[in-house]
Each structure stands twice: as C-alpha cells, then as structure tokens.
C-alpha cells in the first residue's frame, strides 16, 4: 500500500494486503470471489468445487502474490522505475527489487459500479502524484456464464495523454499440466528484464514475457481449461512449486523504455479481454 506520503516504500509489493470486503458472482458449477478493494482482484475461482487460484494466506499476504489482479496502467517492470516520454523524463517509485512493477491498480481500492449474480463493474480513478503522473480512469468488467469467466479491462487517459500497457496477473494453482506454445520471446538481462530483439522460446522452466496467438490449456484435478485473450504479449512464470502465473498483457515489461507502449492520446482508451473457459 502507499505509504503516508503516498510514494510506495521499496519493496511495496510485498506488503501484506488482506482482501476485505468480498463479491459473490455465480453460474452452474462456476463460482467467482471478487475483492475490490485489495486491488479490483478476483480473489478466488471455483469450479465444481475445486479452487484455481492461489488464495489470500495460503503461501504469503503480499499484495503481488495472490488471487488474479489487474495490471494498469502498466504490466511488469519499468526499469529502475524511469523512462522518458515526449521527451520528458519521469521517476516512478520502485516497488520491487528496485524496479516499479504491475502498475498502481493491484494496490489501490476499485469502486463498485454495478453487481449482479453474474457480473461486477468496477472502476478505479488513477493517481495523478509521484505514483504515476499522467491521471487517468480504469474499468473492469468481470462476468460469468456457462462454463466460463470474462474478464475486460480499459484506461482511458487524462488531459496529457500517456503511454499504457494493460493486462492480468493471475496466481494458477500448479498445474498437472501446462499447454503453451509461443511464437516468439523477449530475452532476458542481467536484472530479468525484457529486451530486444526478439528470439526463439526457450524450453522451461520460465519468467519470460512471450508473442502468442494461440489457447493455453492448464490441467489440474482432472478439469481442463483454456486461455484466450485479444493480447498479443503472455508473461508465463512457472519457476515456484505452487502456482503458475499466465499472464496475458498488450505490451511486454519496460515497454516504456521499449518503446512498444500503446500511446494514448488525451481521452484515448486502451482496453483488452481475458476469457477463461471450462471444456
């Protein structure tokens, strides 16, 4: 969480972050819990019983490291938190290992705009500080139907424009099996962060940030499911024993310093979907 100045203290993202208040969204077998305020996540995702994501306390309370959270208004590390846009330089507070990472959304509470049994709206007011100075709004569309979970995120920027990458971090529980074959990746530096060119996909395991067009399954408890997005850009990390993270985003980490960001021109809305099915 931001500290009393409102700057994120190294390391933020691992501070603890409990869910509290929590949404019901139900259809047939599927269940969804949402917690807006930790950040506009999905807390959790049951279906016929069985839970598919890592849960709040089940390995750590670290805001980064649970449930399925929004990216936005950037997705993975800015290098050392700087980067230049229209020539201008800007500092943004690193949260992780020197870095800032995952954007402001998975940190700040999300407003509730509308709630049924089968979907939520919520939207979130951007910071226009030291966290991110450009302003700006993000929305989320959540909706459940048969046998699936939609997921649409948007940000629309502020007065000045600004450069976005948008995207979702969701906390897989291990799968039995992992079905995912990119076309292309960005390697990796010294620090383990994307840059270019792009090469060939090494063999796993990954923290790696991928061009895929294609469905990824994950098998687990004798269920099957199957990831789409409009995204072009997948972050797979499946280096820790409990849980995978595939991650779908449209742009890669440092896309800032990259130079691969979507630009958004004042007023302009970057938005993407993530659809999870059962087959």
């Not at 049994?117 to 993000?138: K, M």
């Amino acid at each position: 969480m931001a500290s009393e100045s409102n700057v994120p203290a190294h390391d933020d993202a691992l501070t603890p972050m409990a869910p509290g208040p929590l949404l019901g969204l139900a259809h047939g077998a599927l269940e969804v819990v949402l917690a807006p305020a930790a950040g506009g996540r999905v807390a959790q995702i049951r279906y016929g019983g069985l839970d598919w994501l890592v849960g709040h306390d089940e390995q750590t309370q670290a805001m980064i490291a649970w449930g399925s959270y929004p990216m936005v208004p950037w997705a993975g590390r800015v290098r050392g938190g700087h980067f230049q846009w229209r020539g201008k330089h800007y500092a943004l507070p690193a949260n992780l290992g020197g870095h800032a990472i995952h954007g402001v959304g998975f940190a700040l509470p999300w407003q509730v705009e509308a709630h049924s049994d089968s979907h939520v709206e919520l939207s979130l007011a951007l910071p226009q500080d030291e966290r991110w100075p450009f302003g700006g709004h993000a929305r989320q569309r959540i909706e459940v139907g048969d046998r699936e979970l939609r997921m649409e995120l948007a940000v629309t920027s502020g007065a000045s424009g600004m450069p976005a990458v948008i995207g979702w971090h969701p906390w897989f529980r291990k799968p039995d099996d992992l079905e995912f074959e990119p076309s292309r990746c960005y390697p990796r530096d010294a620090d383990g962060i994307a840059h270019l060119p792009l090469m060939d996909p090494p063999p796993p395991p990954w923290d790696d940030c991928f061009i895929n067009d294609r469905p990824v399954m994950l098998h687990r408890g004798g269920q099957r499911i199957r990831l789409t997005s409009d995204c072009s850009h997948w972050v797979v990390y499946d280096e820790t024993h409990h849980a995978t993270c595939v991650e779908p985003q449209t742009g890669p980490p440092d896309a800032f310093n990259l130079g691969v960001a979507t630009p958004l021109a004042p007023g302009a809305t970057l938005s993407a979907w993530f659809r999870i099915e059962w087959c």
